[in-house]
């Protein structure tokens, strides 16, 4: 019978929790320490085809592409600073998660990641580091919002004093 419910019930989509919370990122600049990138990643496409959002990726071999649509590349991102600059001049609602960095950065690099720690008032975009190297994240930490990229524990809600709480 609790197998029956299970398939009747499906749990939240799985990453959602940890997206909410990088949206939620007072910065622009968001390092997820810990969690599995490459599930993460999976969970970040199953999102992105749901629900429509804007979540790309960057990887040197690959440039940025948009993971709802794995065909949809941007023509010349391959390197990080044209990446970058691209997230910067983007007008639209964007998370871009970079893994697979390239060090040591660049000074114009660490200058871009600085200005895109800088969250604008007009449109919600956060670039994401993903497996970050310690080097890197050590020096973008005062820019930087730092967040668990483990999943929370599932809060089972109780009942108390007649009232549902979590």
């Known amino acids: 019978m609790a197998t029956m419910t299970s398939l009747m019930a499906p749990e939240p989509l799985a990453g959602s ?3 909410e919370r990088i949206l939620a990122a007072a ?30 990726q960057w990887r040197p071999d690959e440039g940025l592409r948009n993971l709802r649509e794995s065909h949809a590349h941007i023509p010349g991102s391959q390197r990080l600073g044209n990446a970058l600059r691209y997230m910067q ?11 697979d960095f390239p060090l040591p950065l ?3 690099d660490n ?10 008032g007009g449109h919600v975009r956060r670039v994401v580091l993903l497996d970050a190297p ?33």
């Open 17 to 19: 929790d940890i997206l």
């Open 27 to 56: 910065g622009g600049l968001v390092v997820l320490d810990g969690g599995d990138s490459a599930t993460l990643l999976e969970q970040f496409r199953a999102i992105a085809r749901h629900s429509g959002q804007s979540i790309y």
């Open 89 to 99: 001049q983007s007008q639209h609602f964007g998370v871009y998660l970079l893994t």
């Open 106 to 108: 660049s000074t114009m």
């Open 111 to 120: 200058t871009l990641l600085r200005q895109l720690a800088k969250a604008p």
């Open 134 to 166: 310690h080097r890197l994240v050590a020096g973008l930490d005062d820019v930087a919002v730092r967040l668990s990229g483990a999943p929370r524990a599932a809060q089972r809600p109780r009942l108390r004093d007649g009232r549902w709480l979590l």
